[in-house]
């Protein structure tokens, strides 16, 4: 955790930053900017959800979450 996102390193040093963007909710708000980060994975869960990586100050996970939701994408290789 930086402070208002979060840093992650690869196997070879490489290293992004991705921000705590907060999330746009299926009904239009917009919440936790800077202190929740939540960015989808390319893991479908079903038709109507896929997993994502969420974090805040003190917690890394993944999780699901409804497709309607507006999270983050960072394309990483």
Known sequence: W???GYKVT????E??????AG??????DV???DT???????TPIDSNAAS???FDSSEVDMYGCF???????RLVQ
């Open 36 to 42: 929740l980060g939540r960015y989808w994975s390319s």
């Open 10 to 13: 690869g196997p070879s040093g």
């Open 15 to 20: 290293s992004i930053t991705l921000p705590a």
């Open 67 to 73: 497709r309607c939701f507006g999270i983050s994408v």
């Open 52 to 54: 994502d990586l969420c």
């Open 2 to 4: 930086t402070g208002r």
């Open 31 to 33: 919440g936790r900017v």
């Open 23 to 28: 999330v746009r909710r299926c009904n239009g």
